[in-house]
């Protein structure tokens, strides 16, 4: 039978935890021989037991520790002698790892309320005096509160740091990306400038080489080599089909180089080559802008390319229209007419054309106009729209294809510039919208560590406001109601309280506990309790006083412990 090991925690893991419970131990220790307790195993081995359990607990489970430390404070609650123990700093250790493991507030709130709600219901089931009330009230709350507070700062502080360095090793790696987008957007230009340069002078060469074989003045062989010729730029089509499929992405916008001619220029060239076209301006030429006037030259040389290549032989007639602000680009080409002669791939020459119009379509988008295509008049008609100045206008982003789970959207064919245009590539995003995600998280990161540090701040005041009003308050009532034992003993019973009047303090003690209010006292007298003592966190032997018709009629100690409940004071005088 196979047994499996139980993986163990790093050593550095081991080792924190051991110097955490180490020093918890020995604050316990020094408790135990300071407070001279006579259970060892109560208030020393049960203890060092729980905070070896607690301390591995708190980087699972942080909330149980807390409980678990919790636990052992409430048990000093139940000490009839003093409810301060050591087990307060293993509280405050604790909470402060849980509000530095713990990244959600409300949990560990919720474990702090159970804490305190323990606390509360402890003293009130043994029925404690005040002192034990003020200790639940201020300082175990503040020993859970401060300290989770303090770790939740901490925590704040160290992811804004690691978001810090995250993004810095971030930005180093899309700036890899950002070269190989330059790389990409480099060859997305030289597939557009092939598509609309050299597709449109190699269609004009297949036509006139066609022309030239109908001519009756060539001879057989003339004819087959022209028929060879006219074959070879048919190849030449479709290599550059291919070439453009492999090299073509969408380009950036204003990225498309100018060229030199005009569009006067193109269109003669076109009809020394035997297109049959006709073109006309109407309107004064404005002053357009660089862009514009290179958008109208593409769409006038994607449009006569096409009708060239998908109707030879038909009559081409284009317009171009200045108006007072836009300008109106109009390329229509006639049916084909019957005995046309033959163009070269003529079977698969379609995919050059639509890739065509959809550059076209983005580059109108781009420059804030508008192109309408489609069927005309058994022909085809290409209208753009133009503004005289680009209003740069943001095209709708496509959206980024999805990559299969696990697959890296980068690939070597990718990177050697051999990818087909099926194969899923992700460009990254542009620097400027990398560095606006970066600037919101730091932000982000930032406004948290802001929050946390006003928090650990403010809570405490606050709470400072709240509890330092009752503290002060309980401190007066106590320090105000103490009677010294030399007053005492000059107390002396059936005198009136007018002549008592300046022994006596100026408030009796409001909190006697009920093993105190239960001592017998003489029928019809009125008893008052007094502290002996100004100590504040420590039980005091109290002083009782019982008066009938203002004159003292028996004054005795009850002990501070409660083995003198509903027994004689160990001290009393009656009235003779």
């Not at 480099?186 to 340069?197: F, G, L, N, P, T």
């Not at 049916?335 to 065509?356: K, Q, V, Y």
């Not at 560095?435 to 560590?449: I, V």
Request: proline content about 8%; some cysteine; charged content about 20%.
């Amino acid at each position: 039978m196979a047994y499996s090991r139980i993986p163990l925690p790093p050593a550095r893991v081991l080792f924190g935890d051991v110097a955490l419970w180490a020093v918890l131990a020995a604050a316990t220790g020094y408790g135990f021989r300071d407070a001279g307790a006579v259970s060892p195993f109560s208030d020393l081995i049960l203890p060092l037991a729980v905070l070896a359990v607690a301390v591995p607990l708190s980087r699972s489970r942080p909330g149980a520790a807390v409980i678990l430390a919790n636990g052992l404070c409430a048990l000093g609650l139940a000490d009839s002698s003093t409810p301060a123990n050591a087990h307060v700093l293993s509280l405050a250790a604790l909470g402060c790892l849980l509000g530095a493991r713990v990244t959600a507030a409300r949990g560990p709130l919720l474990v702090l309320a159970a804490c305190l709600a323990v606390d509360v219901a402890t003293c009130a089931v043994l029925r404690v005096q005040v002192v034990w009330w003020f200790w639940a009230l201020t300082v175990l709350p503040a020993a859970l509160l401060l300290p989770w507070l303090i770790g939740r700062h901490w925590r704040g502080r160290r992811e804004f740091v690691r978001e810090g360095w995250r993004t810095a090793r971030s930005l180093e790696e899309r700036q890899h990306l950002v070269a190989e987008r330059a790389r990409l957007t480099e060859r997305a230009d030289i597939a557009a400038d092939m598509h609309d340069s050299l597709g449109h002078a190699l269609s004009l060469v297949a036509l006139r080489a066609g022309a030239l074989e109908l001519s009756p003045d060539l001879t057989d062989r003339d004819r087959t080599e022209l028929s060879d010729l006219r074959g070879t730029i048919a190849d030449a089509v479709e290599q550059l089909r291919e070439t453009i499929a492999v090299l073509h992405e969408t380009p950036e916008p204003g990225t498309d180089r100018p060229v030199n001619d005009t569009i006067d220029d193109l269109l003669g060239r076109a009809v020394t080559s035997g297109v049959p076209v006709r073109w006309e301006r109407r309107g004064a030429v404005p002053a357009l802008s660089p862009l514009v006037d290179r958008g109208m030259y593409r769409v006038v040389q994607e449009a006569v390319t096409n009708a060239v290549k998908h109707a030879p032989g038909g009559a081409i007639r284009v317009e171009i229209a200045h108006g007072a602000d836009r300008t109106r680009v109009s390329v229509v080409n006639a049916a084909p007419p019957a005995d046309g002669a033959p163009r070269a791939g003529a079977e698969r020459a379609d995919g050059l054309g639509r890739r065509g119009l959809t550059g076209l379509r983005e580059r109108m988008t781009v420059l804030g106009g508008s192109l309408r295509t489609g069927p005309h008049r058994g022909g085809f008609q290409v209208i753009a729209l133009f503004p005289h100045q680009a209003t740069a206008r943001s095209a709708t982003p496509a959206p980024a294809p999805r990559t299969a789970p696990g697959r890296p959207p980068w690939n070597r064919r990718t990177h050697a510039g051999l990818a087909s245009p099926s194969s899923d590539i992700t460009l990254p995003p542009a620097p400027e919208a990398t560095a606006t995600e970066f600037t919101r998280r730091l932000a982000h990161a930032r406004r948290t560590a802001r929050r946390r540090s006003v928090v650990a701040f403010a809570a405490p005041a606050a709470a400072a406001a709240v509890f330092v009003p009752t503290v002060g308050f309980l401190a007066w009532q106590l320090t105000t109601s103490v009677l010294p034992p030399s007053a005492f003993d000059e107390l002396t019973t059936g005198r009136p309280r007018t002549e008592l009047a300046s022994l006596l303090p100026a408030r009796p003690y409001p909190y006697p506990p009920d093993h105190a209010r239960s001592t017998p006292r003489p029928t019809g007298t009125t008893c008052e309790f007094y502290r002996s003592g100004r100590d504040l966190l420590e039980q005091v032997d109290l002083y009782r006083l019982c008066w009938s018709d203002d004159t003292l009629i028996t004054k005795d100690t009850v002990p501070a412990g409660r083995t003198g409940r509903g027994t004689a004071s160990h001290r009393s005088a009656d009235v003779d």
